[in-house]
């Protein structure tokens, strides 16, 4: 079977079923949109049912619905457990859209549309690569399509518990990161955990005029704003003491390169020392995303009694959650100016991740990439960001090997407006998975 021509066969359909997809704004955070993931995962069902999968939508807990696909393959042969969400993140300010965002459209080399590729484009990987075999499939898949992945994946461990034996797999493959550019795939092999929280700073039991007591009482937003500026030295490094950094992979990323794909304005410094990889792989970071205080619009000649803001962490691999949060809550409690009041609230944590990516599924991986991408060897990258329910999976199957894959690349810009899937790499990713497959089975 010559597996490249079948997946390039296969592609004009999943494509069309991706796009099925797409247009079910799956919003997993809005309550608005309960029917919608329920579409979602009724879709999915479907899909995979129709190339002759036994299916079931199932929820634990109350959490959001979940696809369950099983196909027993040939006596002996190993099982692989395709993961992919069909749930998606809210769309933003419409106005900074090109496109309607659940109204898949091509633009150059992509598909524009929230969800066509986090992670949607995900499910149709595994759906090319299962459709490439034309129901003769060489090993035992199972397919986890999870619905709330964009909220933490709040019941995830409570599934894998509850349906522990039926998920059971030699390998699984996590389609959910990223290549490390366009033309040259990569497997993740370790990922930052988070810890965040809510800090409120406290100088006054109500409000008074800033021209009567300004100059000697202290208003919280300027207590709040010395405090948050403590979280950092003057580099721009973090300066919370007793967090964890590691060593980080061997790979450059030019300057040129991290500030046109971040999107860093001319004359802004980048922030830290060391690697950029070691900065954003294998480093903490951390930084304020909320800030709760007196709108200008609604501001007078009032010293402010209270202000919060919500600091977000992320966290090396080797570090714990546990420790991360002690440490963060200490230095906020502990570094407050002129003896302001403070209460941190925890909020949500996800431990990081280091993978050995070392074996036979990742020699079979390596091998299916590089014939998918044309030669090209697979980088092994790290991600800055956090995808909690990683540990979770190893956690539950100590014995399998996890691979962590992806469909998007650097300008995909998931989670943020015009996200977009780059068609070139979404059909290299399924000829990968497919050959994938294929070596698995041996």
């Not at 014995?399 to 979404?426: I, Y």
Request: glycine content about 10%; charged content about 25%; overall charge negative.
């Amino acid at each position: 079977m010559d597996l490249r021509q079948r997946v390039t066969d296969v592609l004009p359909s999943v494509r069309a079923d991706l796009e099925r997809l797409v247009r079910i704004p799956s919003v997993s955070a809005l309550p608005d949109h309960a029917d919608d993931v329920r579409r979602s995962a009724q879709l999915t069902a479907e899909l995979f049912a129709a190339e002759g999968f036994e299916v079931e939508i199932l929820t634990v807990d109350g959490g959001a619905p979940a696809v369950l696909a099983t196909r027993a393959g040939p006596a002996g042969a190993p099982t692989v457990l395709l993961y992919a969400h069909h749930d998606v993140q809210p769309v933003g300010d419409l106005a900074d859209w090109e496109s309607e965002p659940f109204a898949p459209t091509e633009r150059g080399e992509r598909l524009f549309a929230r969800g066509a590729a986090d992670d949607k484009a995900g499910i149709a990987a595994h759906l090319a690569a299962v459709r490439a075999f034309d129901g003769d499939l060489p090993l035992g898949v199972t397919v986890l399509v999870e619905g709330e992945e964009e909220i933490g994946s709040p019941t995830l461990e409570s599934f894998l518990d509850a349906h522990r034996e039926r998920l059971r797999a030699d390998v699984i493959v996590i389609a959910d990161s990223a290549n490390w550019d366009i033309g040259t795939p990569a497997l993740t092999t370790s990922l930052r955990g988070l810890v965040d929280c809510v800090v409120e700073v406290r100088t006054l039991r109500h409000g008074v005029h800033s021209g009567m007591w300004g100059g000697v009482v202290p208003d919280a937003v300027t207590a709040l704003c010395r405090l948050l500026a403590t979280l950092h030295d003057a580099d721009g490094n973090v300066a919370v003491e007793g967090l964890i950094s590691a060593p980080a992979a061997d790979v450059d990323y030019p300057e040129d390169r991290l500030r046109a794909e971040a999107g860093v304005l001319d004359g802004v410094e980048l922030i830290g020392d060391g690697s950029f990889v070691e900065r954003l792989w294998t480093r903490p970071a951390i930084a304020v995303i909320g800030l709760d205080a007196t709108s200008i619009h609604d501001a007078s000649n009032t010293l402010v009694p209270v202000a919060r803001a919500k600091v977000s962490g992320r966290i090396a691999p080797g570090d714990t959650t546990e420790n991360a949060m002690a440490c963060l809550r200490r230095h906020l409690e502990t570094h407050a100016p002129w003896g302001a009041q403070v209460t941190v609230t925890e909020g949500d944590h996800g431990e990081p991740t280091r993978i050995d990516a070392t074996g036979p599924a990742y020699d079979a991986a390596r091998a299916a990439f590089r014939d998918a991408w044309g030669g090209t060897t697979p980088v092994d990258m790290g991600v800055g960001g956090s995808i909690p329910f990683i540990a979770a999976f190893r956690e539950a199957f100590p014995e399998a090997a996890v691979l962590v894959t992806g469909v998007e690349d650097p300008d995909t810009r998931a989670h943020g407006a015009n996200e977009g899937l780059h068609l070139g790499e979404f059909a290299r990713v399924c000829h990968a998975e497919a050959l994938l497959l294929r070596n698995l089975a041996g």
